[in-house]
C-alpha cells in the first residue's frame, strides 16, 4: 500500500487481468454505466502517480472493452499501448479491426489439461493475442514511467492486390501492407517490406516511423 488511513487503503499499482469480458462492461444496451461503476472505485484507491495496468484477450470484445475503461479513465497519463495522447484511430463505430499484441509462447509452455479439454485452445497453440492498458494516475507520465516514443505496428501484414511487373514479362507480385500507429495519434499503411518483419505490437524507432 501507498499509504492508509482509517476511511480507505490507497496503492501503487493495480492490475486486473482477464477480468473485463466477465464484467461485461459492453452491456447490450451499450450504456457506459458499468464501466463507471468499475473505474471509479478502482481508481480511487490507487495513489497519485500510481499505475492501473490491464490485460484483456487480443479480440474485438476485449479491445471495446480496454476503450471504455480508458474513456472513463480521462485525464490519466497514456503509457501503453499508444505512442500518443490522442483517441485510439482504430476505434470506429463498426471496430472492424482492433489494437492488441502477438505474443509468442515458449515451447515449454502448455496449457493445463483441463482447459485443453474444456476451453477449446489448440494443442499446438504457439502464440497468444493480448490487448493492454496502461495508464498512470497522473496528468503526464512521471518517473519511474515515461512516454514512449517512436510507433507501434498494430497489425499483421495485410494483403493486397497483386499488381504488374514494371515491364511486359515480368511476373506479378503480390503486395502487402501493415498498420503503424504514430505519435501524431494517425494511422499509417506502409509496405510490409518497408517495416521488415516485425510482429504485430512492436515498437519501432522514432526515425522509421517518418517514413
Known amino acids: 500500500p501507498a ?10 499499482m493495480a492490475v486486473t487481468g482477464l477480468l473485463l469480458n466477465e464484467l461485461k462492461l459492453l452491456a447490450a444496451q451499450r450504456t457506459e454505466k458499468r464501466a463507471v461503476r468499475f473505474v471509479e472505485p478502482l481508481r480511487r484507491r490507487v495513489a497519485s502517480g500510481g499505475l492501473m495496468l490491464f490485460a484483456e484477450p487480443g479480440t474485438r470484445k476485449g479491445y471495446m472493452n480496454l476503450m471504455m475503461v480508458r474513456q472513463q479513465l480521462g485525464q490519466a497519463a497514456m503509457l501503453y499501448p499508444c505512442p500518443h495522447t490522442n483517441d485510439c484511430p482504430m476505434w470506429t463505430a463498426k471496430v472492424g479491426r482492433w489494437c492488441h499484441a502477438t505474443v509468442s509462447l515458449p515451447r515449454s509452455f502448455c496449457f493445463d489439461d483441463e482447459l485443453k479439454r474444456h476451453g477449446g485452445v489448440a494443442f499446438a497453440m504457439q502464440e497468444l493475442n493480448l490487448a493492454g492498458l496502461a495508464m498512470q494516475n497522473a496528468s503526464r507520465p512521471q518517473a519511474p514511467f515515461r512516454a ?12 493486397q ?3 504488374q511487373g514494371h515491364s511486359p514479362g515480368m511476373p506479378k507480385a503480390r503486395i ?18 518497408e ?6 505490437g512492436a515498437w519501432l524507432s522514432a526515425g522509421r516511423s517518418r517514413k
Open 148 to 159: 514512449r516514443r517512436g510507433a507501434r505496428v498494430v497489425s499483421a501484414p495485410i494483403p
Open 3 to 12: 499509504s492508509r488511513s482509517r476511511s480507505n487503503v490507497s496503492y501503487h
Open 161 to 163: 492486390k497483386v499488381r
Open 195 to 200: 517495416v521488415g518483419q516485425v510482429p504485430r
Open 176 to 193: 502487402a501492407k501493415v498498420l503503424v500507429c504514430q505519435a501524431d495519434g494517425r494511422l499509417r499503411e506502409p509496405p510490409a517490406e
